[in-house]
């Protein structure tokens, strides 16, 4: 197998789903479990490669509502707003 479908990850010769169901993941990577993207376009992606609607786990506990990710700083081209990266 040369490249399996976005929704799933190349393990040896097979292309395994990624967890949409438990980890939420639209896209993932080395495990089915290690989100890149999330299925809920509302929620956001941990720095463990996890999808959910907060970003509760200190330090990375700010909302980056550009990249759908949670941050520890926002990046010089957003601003911070109530605890929100935004443009």
Known sequence: V????????????SC???DAT???C??????S???????????YLNQFGNCGPTCSISPYSLY???SKVC???????LYLSSG????
């Open 33 to 43: 479990t290690n989100c890149i993207s999330c299925v809920n376009s509302a929620h």
């Open 71 to 77: 941050r520890q700083s926002c990046p010089n081209t």
């Open 64 to 66: 980056d509502d550009v």
């Open 2 to 13: 040369g490249q399996c479908p976005s929704i799933t990850f190349l393990q040896v010769d």
């Open 84 to 87: 929100h990266c935004v443009s």
């Open 26 to 31: 639209l896209t993932c990577s080395g495990s």
């Open 16 to 18: 395994i789903l990624c």
């Open 22 to 24: 438990n980890a939420g």
